[in-house]
C-alpha cells in the first residue's frame, strides 16, 4: 500500500495474522498520525501527548509546589492480588495465576525502569500478560523502548510466557523486537496454553480506543467452546461486545485510573468510552468478570496522584462467591 513503512515481508506476515483490512487502516492511521506532529498533514491527536496540554499540567504541578511528590509517586507501585472466581474453569486451572503489566510507557521512567524491574524480578506466576502502551510517546522513534522492553522481559519469570497486544500509542513497527525479546503479540489472535491437562484460551485484539482495528470473530476463531477465556484488549470500551464471545475474563488497562485523581481516587480524566466504574480495578458485566489496570507507568507528564502504579497479580478460581 502507498506509504507502507514496513517491509514487504513483515508486511505480508502481519496481514495475515491481523487481517488485511485491520492492518490497512491501522497503518493508514499511523501515517496520518505521525504527518499531524510533523507537519505534514491532519491526523489524530492524544490528549495527554499535546505539548501544551503536558506544560500546563507540569507548571500547574510547578506552581503548587506538588511536582515533586507526584514523580515519587510515579515510582510507588502497588502489587495489586486478585481472585477470580470462574464456576465453569477446570479443577485443573484453579490457581492458575496470571501477572498484568499495562501501559508500562517503560521509556518515561524517571529511574530509568529499575524500580519496576527489581519490584517483578522476584515474582512468580503462570502467564504474563502486558495489555499494550509500550512507549511514552505516540509518535518518533520507538528504540528507547524496545530497549526498555527487553530489559523488563528479561526479569518476568512466567512458566507459560508472555502474552500482549498493541495499544494506541504503539506502531506496528515495534512488533519484531517485542517478539524478539520474548513477547507473542497477538494481533486478533488466540492461542490455547496447557496446563495440568487442561487448556486456557488467551484472546488478543488490536487497539480498539484509537485506531478501531479490533477483531474479536478473527481473536476467538481457534477457541473450542469449552475452553475458558481470558481477552486482553487495551481498554475496557469492548465489554458489551466481549460478552458475546462467553469471554470469561476481561484484561485491559488504558485508562491509567486518572493518573491524577481527587482524594479518594475518582479520576478527573478516563479517556475511556464506557461506565466509569470499569476505569480502574475489578468490574463485572453480566457473567463476565473484568479488571481495568490503574496502569505501571505514566503517560505525559510522569507524576501521580491518589492513583498509584500497579503490577497486578490475578488468579484463577473455581470455588468462591462468584464476586
Same mark, same amino acid.
Given at each position: 500500500?502507498?506509504?507502507?513503512? /514496513?517491509?514487504?515481508s513483515l508486511y505480508a506476515s502481519l496481514a495475515r495474522r491481523m487481517g488485511e483490512k485491520a492492518i490497512s487502516q491501522r497503518l493508514r492511521m499511523?501515517?496520518?498520525?505521525?504527518?499531524?506532529?510533523?507537519?505534514?498533514?491532519?491526523?489524530?491527536?492524544?490528549?495527554?501527548?499535546?505539548?501544551?496540554?503536558?506544560?500546563?499540567?507540569? /507548571?500547574? /504541578?510547578?506552581?503548587?509546589?506538588?511536582r515533586e511528590r507526584g514523580k515519587r509517586n510515579s515510582l510507588d507501585f502497588k502489587i495489586e492480588k486478585n481472585k477470580f472466581f470462574i464456576p465453569h474453569l477446570p479443577q485443573r486451572l484453579d490457581g492458575f495465576r496470571i501477572l498484568h503489566l499495562s501501559d508500562i510507557h517503560v521509556d518515561g521512567f524517571i529511574d530509568g525502569g529499575k524500580t519496576l524491574f527489581d519490584m517483578v524480578a522476584p515474582l512468580s *506466576?503462570?502467564? *504474563?500478560?502486558?495489555?499494550?502502551?509500550?512507549?511514552?510517546?505516540?509518535?518518533?522513534?520507538?528504540?528507547?523502548?524496545? @530497549?526498555?522492553?527487553?530489559?523488563?522481559?528479561?526479569?518476568?519469570?512466567?512458566?507459560?510466557?508472555i502474552f500482549g497486544i498493541l495499544g494506541n500509542h504503539d506502531f506496528l513497527e515495534q512488533i519484531p523486537t517485542l517478539e524478539e525479546s520474548g513477547v507473542r503479540i497477538l494481533l486478533n489472535e488466540g492461542?490455547? @496454553?496447557?496446563?495440568?491437562?487442561?487448556?486456557l484460551y488467551i484472546a488478543g485484539v488490536d487497539d480498539p480506543h484509537f485506531y478501531g482495528t479490533?477483531?474479536?470473530?478473527?481473536?476467538?476463531?481457534?477457541?473450542?467452546?469449552?475452553?475458558?477465556?481470558?481477552l486482553l484488549a487495551h481498554s475496557p470500551e469492548l465489554y458489551s461486545e466481549a460478552t458475546g464471545y462467553n469471554t470469561?475474563?476481561?484484561?485491559?488497562?488504558?485508562?491509567?485510573?486518572?493518573?491524577?485523581?481527587?482524594?479518594?481516587?475518582?479520576?478527573?480524566?478516563?479517556?475511556?468510552?464506557?461506565?466509569?466504574?470499569?476505569?480502574?480495578?475489578?468490574?463485572?458485566?453480566?457473567?463476565?468478570h473484568g479488571y481495568t489496570s490503574r496502569?505501571?507507568? *505514566?503517560?505525559g507528564v510522569q507524576a501521580r496522584f491518589n492513583c498509584p502504579p500497579e503490577i497486578s497479580i490475578h488468579t484463577l478460581r473455581k470455588v468462591g462467591d462468584g464476586s
Amino acid at each position: 500500500m502507498k506509504n507502507n513503512p /514496513l517491509s514487504h515481508s513483515l508486511y505480508a506476515s502481519l496481514a495475515r495474522r491481523m487481517g488485511e483490512k485491520a492492518i490497512s487502516q491501522r497503518l493508514r492511521m499511523q501515517v496520518e498520525l505521525s504527518a499531524s506532529w510533523f507537519g505534514k498533514g491532519y491526523g489524530y491527536v492524544h490528549l495527554e501527548n499535546l505539548d501544551s496540554f503536558i506544560r500546563f499540567v507540569d /507548571l500547574t /504541578l510547578r506552581l503548587s509546589g506538588m511536582r515533586e511528590r507526584g514523580k515519587r509517586n510515579s515510582l510507588d507501585f502497588k502489587i495489586e492480588k486478585n481472585k477470580f472466581f470462574i464456576p465453569h474453569l477446570p479443577q485443573r486451572l484453579d490457581g492458575f495465576r496470571i501477572l498484568h503489566l499495562s501501559d508500562i510507557h517503560v521509556d518515561g521512567f524517571i529511574d530509568g525502569g529499575k524500580t519496576l524491574f527489581d519490584m517483578v524480578a522476584p515474582l512468580s *506466576c503462570d502467564l *504474563c500478560v502486558l495489555t499494550g502502551d509500550f512507549r511514552l510517546l505516540t509518535h518518533d522513534n520507538h528504540k528507547q523502548s524496545s @530497549i526498555g522492553m527487553s530489559r523488563l522481559v528479561s526479569q518476568i519469570n512466567a512458566k507459560y510466557g508472555i502474552f500482549g497486544i498493541l495499544g494506541n500509542h504503539d506502531f506496528l513497527e515495534q512488533i519484531p523486537t517485542l517478539e524478539e525479546s520474548g513477547v507473542r503479540i497477538l494481533l486478533n489472535e488466540g492461542q490455547s @496454553i496447557k496446563h495440568n491437562g487442561a487448556e486456557l484460551y488467551i484472546a488478543g485484539v488490536d487497539d480498539p480506543h484509537f485506531y478501531g482495528t479490533h477483531d474479536l470473530g478473527r481473536a476467538y476463531r481457534a477457541r473450542l467452546r469449552e475452553m475458558t477465556s481470558i481477552l486482553l484488549a487495551h481498554s475496557p470500551e469492548l465489554y458489551s461486545e466481549a460478552t458475546g464471545y462467553n469471554t470469561d475474563l476481561y484484561l485491559c488497562g488504558h485508562t491509567h485510573g486518572g493518573q491524577i485523581c481527587l482524594p479518594g481516587g475518582t479520576p478527573l480524566i478516563t479517556h475511556a468510552n464506557c461506565p466509569r466504574y470499569m476505569t480502574a480495578g475489578k468490574w463485572k458485566h453480566m457473567n463476565m468478570h473484568g479488571y481495568t489496570s490503574r496502569g505501571t507507568g *505514566c503517560s505525559g507528564v510522569q507524576a501521580r496522584f491518589n492513583c498509584p502504579p500497579e503490577i497486578s497479580i490475578h488468579t484463577l478460581r473455581k470455588v468462591g462467591d462468584g464476586s
